[in-house]
């Protein structure tokens, strides 16, 4: 994964990137040697006429979408999207109730954010200045634009974000933006039954889809049981990880552009099953990732292998899955069920990947997921 500051960096990264010839290691020590020097010309530049600027760091992640490798069965693979889309707006909003916000700033037009734009999203970054108070990482969809300075959102702000809140609004990736509209990844197209699927949980089961090359209907990205409905805009939800269900024996890989996501993270878990993705442009671990707080409240519960909350990894034709230990033999910490004594806190969770936050205990939390890496 290679990483550079915008703007000045821009021309680096699309020059090199792109260059087959140049080793990875090359790219990664020329980024060593220039990021430092234009960062500090960027600030200098900042400093000397009294802005604020925010220099995003874009870059691209290879995520590989296994084969069976002619075993006849269908493999599957844990997916989310390690960066975001970069940034279509930023600000401060002056003031905010229920599902409105109004930047005084802003200069936006109608439908910017909505509509035959594309769908929108708007991220809360700080509140009174803090990246840490309770709010912060929250998501909201956005479902209309008014000129000036003016969205209206699609559900209300959580306890706690009142403005002054500092916002940054993206644009949802879509099945079109991550697979290509006409399916240029090469996922193998078909009919929903024996095309690849891409299945997204909806909290009480799966959505499907598939890219349509047979039977009624046309060509194009379809949901399973609507093979005539255009579904290119499916909107990816950032919360939710996706399954990739591909029968052919070889694998395929897909390359995401986009920035690194800085601050929080917040993601909501519900009794049951919960499909997340890890939402960084690096791996984290069981220790790092913040699902464990010590609190039944603000994280899973601990326990025994049988009573605690569960976190299940795929781990390419099954589940590892691991808790937290706080009763029974074998001390406390992070374990593997059916290891009562290995500590299992460094268990890797992988850019690029997702699992299942299974909770068995009573109660919804928001799970606040700490920024990797930890600074950039």
């Known amino acids: 994964m290679l990483f550079f500051a915008k703007t000045t960096l821009d021309r680096l990264y699309w020059r090199f990137s792109s260059n087959p010839l140049l080793a990875k290691s090359q790219l990664l020590t020329l980024m060593k040697k220039t990021l430092p020097a234009l ?92 990246t840490t108070a309770a709010g912060v990482g929250t998501i909201y969809n956005i479902t209309d634009t008014a000129a000036p300075g003016t969205v209206t959102l699609a559900s209300s702000l959580a306890a706690g974000v009142t403005a002054p809140f500092r916002f940054i609004i993206r644009k949802h990736w879509t099945l079109a933006r991550v697979f290509g509209a006409t399916n240029s990844v090469g996922l193998q197209g078909g009919t929903a039954t024996s095309a690849d699927q891409i299945h997204v949980w909806n909290n009480t089961g799966y959505d499907v889809y598939y890219y349509q090359t047979a039977g009624i209907g046309g060509t194009g990205w379809r949901k399973a049981g609507s093979p005539s409905v255009d579904a290119s805009q499916t909107v990816i939800d950032p919360a939710r990880c996706m399954v990739v269900k591909r029968a052919q024996s070889d694998s395929i890989s897909l390359t995401v552009t986009g920035v690194v996501k800085p601050g929080l993270t917040t993601r909501t878990i519900v009794p049951g099953h919960n499909f997340v993705p890890n939402p960084s442009a690096i791996e984290m671990t069981l220790s790092s990732c913040g699902l464990y707080t010590g609190n039944n409240s603000t994280g899973i519960a601990g326990g025994s292998s049988t009573s605690a909350d569960q976190v299940l990894i795929w781990n390419g034709s099954g589940y590892d899955t691991y808790y937290y230990q706080t009763e029974g033999i074998g001390g406390t910490g992070w374990r593997k069920t059916g290891d009562q004594s290995t500590n299992a806190a460094a268990t890797v969770i992988a850019a690029g990947s997702g699992f299942i936050v299974r909770r068995l205990n009573p109660g919804s939390f928001t799970w606040v997921i700490p920024q990797h890496p930890a600074s950039f």
């Open 39 to 130: 960062l500090c010309f960027a600030c200098a530049m900042a400093a000397k006429a009294q802005v604020v600027t925010y220099s995003e760091i874009v870059g691209f992640e290879r995520l590989t979408v296994g084969g069976n490798g002619g075993s006849g069965n269908s493999q599957l693979t844990f997916s989310g999207l390690p960066l975001v889309p970069a940034t279509e707006a930023s600000g401060l909003a002056t003031s905010a109730s229920g599902t409105t916000v109004t930047s005084s700033a802003a200069i936006w037009t109608d439908d910017q954010f909505n509509g035959a734009a594309g769908s929108h999203y708007l991220e809360v970054a700080a509140i009174n200045g803090s």
